[in-house]
């Protein structure tokens, strides 16, 4: 078999913005996962969706002859609710699990209070009271109200530790936070490290957020407005996570105590993609809720509060020290502007009353904030009376979107016969940003596999999206985060638990595709039809970077030929069996391997492999 690259005739430049991630607070990635915060309900806050059941108590456990009750006073910002506390309370953690300690590991508490007593604050590490073991304690003061701090230093490792809050006498505590100090890039409020870690090491372009139908929410009460996540987080709104309800449990789990503190906020969100060097693109409700649901609508003619949400979330990104909402960005720490250019109106939105309220939006975004990129939804799906409206309403307005948002979750078998989907897209239309994609293997949410198998299937997908990316300008996985044995999804990019990570296959098939992106596409062509390739050059003609993805079940000889002479070449090979899958017994059992290679010899290419070559002068 022969592979022909004529790299001199470049075809059009590879969108830098091709590779990236999607974050969703799902499967407790935000609170519980990525956000570094390790006390659920810390400013009790839950709340019942019925507005009759009391969870505002949900996560703290007294102990034996504790008084504790949780009472409603006069609202600080968007808190309203104290526990009142008199003896020995613990707060569970997210899932009831706690948290991981390691020996010598220092942790930042801080709670708001209000009386005269002695507060024992202790880091336990059992679940049962009568065996429980103290890794760290220190001592407060209350007197009076007001904010509280105390440091704890761990002194054995534990996979499930405790907080206890110990009193001697009675006091009001409206609000409680726990971090680990040695969060990503050290920052105050931030993200937990070895989580944030592992996406900074995909090297993604862009970071779409915060979602997803966590946008939409399921009534005009819990739709997501960006500016009740900014601000002090002790006054931020704690909303309902619309993955919280009985149809999204899992694994026999429940989900009743899943909440968005909103502590993981839209500043937290700017500052993370400047820490890994991805742009932003945040995602906007447009007045409609979750449609798979209630779909309920802002009425046309009442829209103009979520239009300004949108203006003024990009003078908060952009705006001057010295606006209004950029004052804001400054006060909390950023007085430089975050460099917006991108935001998706509404989620997985479609029909026409979604398109009538998105050319509102349209209409004034770009009077109002001119240069600002809006991205459309193109619905939930491939095909189907949803996309084609959507198809028809971009050939009726070429100009009124700068890229449509295509989901698709389908078939490993859908996303192989796909590869040329947009070979023959109109390039008069927008742009297109695959916004949420994933292989399923199966139909029922629990049986499907993160496997290599599907895996493959979506590196075969992205050698066309790549041979497109003149048009096809972004592409994210979804979701990206799942907490195992907490999850409402999956498939999923990376799975943790208290004190470990791990990427799926699917995650390292992201990775050396956004590791290995050239800057000018070249034609490449093989005569056998099993090996689906793409080809690019940097900028300077130095390396030819080509990626042969094998889905069959064969390996195949074959020869590389190139216009020009290299002197040097490797190769990086992600292989494996179609079932297999990686763990946190075996994290890499899926796991890329760089070897060498001759540059004008013949070439391997294993049955059910992903390679890429690096041809250097």
Same mark, same amino acid.
């Given at each position: 078999?022969?592979?022909?690259?004529?790299?001199?005739?470049?075809?059009?430049?590879?969108?830098?913005?091709?590779?990236?991630?999607?974050?969703?607070?799902? +499967?407790?990635?935000?609170?519980?996962?990525?956000?570094?915060?390790?006390?659920? +309900?810390?400013?009790?806050?839950?709340?019942?969706?019925?507005?009759?059941?009391?969870? @505002?108590?949900?996560?703290?456990?007294?102990?034996?002859?504790?008084?504790?009750?949780?009472?409603?006073?006069?609202?600080?910002?968007?808190?309203? &609710?104290?526990?009142?506390?008199?003896?020995?309370?613990?707060?569970?953690?997210?899932?009831?699990?706690?948290?991981?300690?390691?020996?010598?590991?220092?942790?930042?508490?801080?709670?708001?209070?209000?009386?005269?007593?002695?507060?024992?604050?202790?880091?336990?590490?059992?679940?049962?009271?009568?065996?429980?073991?103290?890794?760290?304690?220190? @001592?407060?003061?209350?007197?009076?109200?007001?904010?509280?701090?105390?440091?704890?230093?761990?002194?054995?490792?534990?996979?499930?530790? &405790?907080?206890?809050?110990?009193?001697?006498?009675?006091?009001?505590?409206?609000?409680?936070?726990?971090?680990?100090?040695?969060?990503?890039?050290?920052?105050?409020?931030?993200?937990?490290?070895?989580?944030?870690?592992?996406?900074?090491?995909?090297?993604?372009?862009?970071?779409?957020?915060?979602?997803?139908?966590?946008?939409?929410?399921?009534?005009?009460?819990?739709?997501?407005?960006?500016?009740?996540?900014?601000?002090?987080?002790?006054?931020?709104?704690?909303?309902?996570?619309?993955?919280?309800?009985?149809?999204?449990?899992?694994?026999?789990?429940?989900?009743?105590?899943?909440?968005?503190?909103?502590?993981?906020?839209?500043?937290?969100?700017?500052?993370?993609?400047?820490?890994?060097?991805?742009?932003?693109?945040?995602?906007?409700?447009?007045?409609?809720?979750?449609?798979?649901?209630?779909?309920?609508?802002?009425?046309?003619?009442?829209?103009?509060?979520?239009?300004?949400?949108?203006?003024?979330?990009?003078?908060?990104? +952009?705006?001057?020290?010295?606006?209004?909402?950029?004052?804001?960005?400054?006060?909390?720490? @950023?007085?430089?502007?975050?460099?917006?250019?991108?935001?998706?109106?509404?989620?997985?939105?479609?029909?026409?009353?979604?398109?009538?309220?998105?050319?509102?939006?349209?209409?004034?975004?770009?009077?109002?904030?001119?240069?600002?990129?809006?991205?459309?939804?193109?619905?939930?799906?491939?095909?189907?009376?949803?996309?084609?409206?959507?198809?028809?309403?971009?050939?009726?307005?070429?100009?009124?979107?700068?890229?449509?948002?295509?989901?698709?979750?389908?078939?490993?078998?859908?996303?192989?016969?796909?590869?040329?989907?947009?070979?023959?897209?109109?390039?008069?239309?927008?742009?297109?940003?695959?916004?949420?994609?994933?292989?399923?293997?199966?139909?029922?949410?629990?049986?499907?596999?993160?496997?290599?198998?599907?895996?493959?299937?979506?590196?075969?997908?992205?050698?066309?999206?790549?041979?497109?990316?003149?048009?096809?300008?972004?592409?994210?996985?979804?979701?990206?985060?799942?907490?195992?044995?907490?999850?409402?999804?999956?498939?999923?990019?990376?799975?943790?638990?208290?004190?470990?990570?791990?990427?799926?296959?699917?995650? &390292?098939?992201?990775?050396?595709?956004?590791?290995?992106?050239?800057?000018?596409?070249?034609?490449?062509?093989?005569?056998?039809?099993?090996?689906?390739?793409?080809?690019?050059?940097?900028?300077?003609?130095?390396?030819?970077?080509?990626?042969?993805?094998?889905?069959?079940?064969?390996?195949?000889?074959?020869?590389?030929?190139?216009?020009?002479?290299?002197?040097?070449?490797?190769?990086?090979?992600?292989?494996?069996?179609?079932?297999?899958?990686?763990?946190?017994?075996?994290?890499?059992?899926?796991?890329?391997?760089?070897?060498?290679?001759?540059?004008?010899?013949?070439?391997?290419?294993?049955?059910?492999?992903?390679?890429?070559?690096?041809?250097?002068?």
């Amino acid at each position: 078999m022969r592979i022909r690259i004529n790299e001199k005739q470049r075809l059009f430049a590879v969108s830098p913005m091709l590779y990236g991630v999607f974050f969703e607070d799902i +499967n407790y990635g935000g609170d519980g996962g990525l956000y570094g915060e390790l006390l659920a +309900n810390r400013a009790f806050e839950y709340y019942g969706s019925d507005g009759l059941t009391d969870k @505002h108590g949900m996560c703290w456990e007294p102990s034996c002859q504790t008084e504790f009750r949780t009472v409603c006073g006069e609202p600080d910002g968007a808190q309203r &609710y104290s526990a009142v506390l008199r003896g020995t309370v613990r707060n569970t953690g997210f899932c009831g699990e706690g948290f991981a300690v390691r020996a010598g590991e220092t942790f930042d508490f801080r709670m708001t209070a209000d009386g005269s007593a002695d507060a024992a604050v202790r880091i336990v590490g059992a679940s049962d009271a009568s065996l429980r073991a103290v890794l760290a304690e220190g @001592h407060i003061a209350v007197n009076g109200r007001g904010e509280y701090t105390l440091s704890l230093t761990a002194s054995v490792e534990c996979k499930n530790a &405790y907080l206890e809050i110990c009193t001697d006498k009675e006091v009001t505590i409206s609000f409680t936070s726990l971090f680990p100090r040695d969060t990503y890039m050290g920052r105050k409020n931030g993200m937990r490290k070895d989580i944030a870690e592992m996406i900074a090491a995909l090297k993604p372009a862009f970071m779409r957020f915060p979602g997803g139908c966590v946008v939409e929410g399921r009534s005009f009460e819990d739709m997501y407005r960006w500016k009740d996540t900014i601000g002090p987080v002790e006054r931020r709104r704690t909303n309902r996570n619309r993955w919280q309800m009985d149809e999204y449990y899992q694994a026999g789990g429940s989900a009743a105590d899943y909440f968005q503190s909103y502590g993981l906020g839209f500043y937290e969100y700017f500052l993370f993609c400047e820490d890994i060097g991805a742009k932003p693109v945040p995602v906007i409700n447009c007045g409609m809720t979750c449609q798979w649901h209630e779909g309920l609508t802002v009425e046309l003619d009442e829209l103009g509060r979520w239009v300004d949400d949108a203006a003024d979330l990009v003078e908060f990104a +952009n705006g001057p020290a010295t606006s209004e909402w950029g004052a804001k960005r400054a006060e909390m720490g @950023h007085p430089e502007p975050f460099g917006l250019e991108y935001i998706g109106i509404g989620n997985e939105q479609w029909g026409r009353e979604y398109f009538e309220r998105y050319e509102v939006f349209e209409r004034e975004l770009k009077r109002r904030c001119p240069g600002i990129k809006l991205i459309v939804s193109a619905g939930w799906t491939d095909s189907g009376e949803e996309f084609e409206l959507a198809m028809d309403w971009m050939k009726n307005n070429r100009e009124g979107a700068y890229a449509a948002d295509e989901h698709f979750y389908k078939s490993p078998e859908w996303f192989t016969d796909n590869i040329s989907r947009y070979d023959s897209y109109d390039r008069s239309l927008p742009k297109v940003f695959i916004g949420e994609y994933a292989a399923h293997t199966d139909t029922d949410i629990p049986k499907r596999r993160c496997n290599w198998y599907a895996a493959l299937s979506e590196a075969a997908f992205l050698t066309g999206a790549e041979n497109n990316s003149d048009h096809v300008v972004m592409t994210c996985y979804a979701p990206l985060l799942a907490r195992e044995g907490h999850w409402q999804w999956k498939p999923d990019l990376i799975w943790f638990d208290n004190d470990g990570v791990y990427g799926t296959p699917s995650y &390292y098939v992201q990775q050396i595709f956004a590791w290995n992106r050239g800057d000018h596409a070249a034609a490449a062509k093989s005569d056998d039809p099993r090996i689906k390739l793409a080809a690019s050059v940097t900028e300077d003609g130095s390396e030819l970077i080509l990626k042969a993805v094998n889905i069959s079940s064969e390996d195949i000889e074959t020869e590389i030929e190139a216009d020009e002479v290299y002197a040097s070449c490797e190769v990086t090979e992600l292989r494996a069996e179609p079932e297999d899958e990686n763990s946190m017994a075996e994290p890499h059992k899926v796991f890329p391997s760089v070897l060498p290679c001759v540059p004008g010899g013949r070439h391997r290419i294993a049955a059910y492999s992903v390679n890429i070559f690096r041809f250097k002068k």
